[in-house]
């Protein structure tokens, strides 16, 4: 089991910055490709971006490319998104979530094992 834990959200302007952190227990997360979702109040819950065991691969959906990096540090166990330029359409609740297969689409949700509670982004204009 690997107990996913989410913080670093809060309430920002517009253009401000925030790294969210994902700590992970229980197992080392090494082991474990790492993607970043977030749902919107009234839309579904979608991929943000996403990182592989060795930090070799990632992905942006296009909305946050050039503003937003993900990035591991194996050894702290912990996964970061440090996000710039914020919108106000980037205010979500964002989760993240670790699978254990390589090769599922990123955006494929029913290929992650295990989630985070989520840390709320608000982002005001």
């Known amino acids: 089991q690997v107990q996913l834990v989410e913080s670093g959200g809060g309430l920002v302007q517009a253009g401000d910055s925030l790294r969210l952190s994902c700590a992970a227990s229980?197992?080392?997360?090494?082991?474990?490709?790492v993607g970043w979702f977030r749902q919107a109040p009234g839309k579904e819950r979608d991929v943000v971006a996403g990182?592989?065991?060795?930090?070799?691969?990632?992905y942006y959906t296009n909305s946050v490319k050039g503003r937003f990096t993900i990035s591991r540090d194996n050894a702290k166990n912990t996964v970061y998104l440090q996000m710039n330029s914020l919108k106000p359409e980037d205010t979500a609740v964002y989760y993240c979530a670790a699978r254990r297969a390589s090769y599922p689409a990123w955006s494929d949700q029913r290929a992650y094992d295990y989630w985070g509670q989520g840390t709320q982004v608000t982002v005001s204009s």
């Open positions: 990182i592989s065991t060795s930090g070799g691969s990632t």
């Open positions: 229980g197992r080392a997360i090494s082991s474990y490709t």
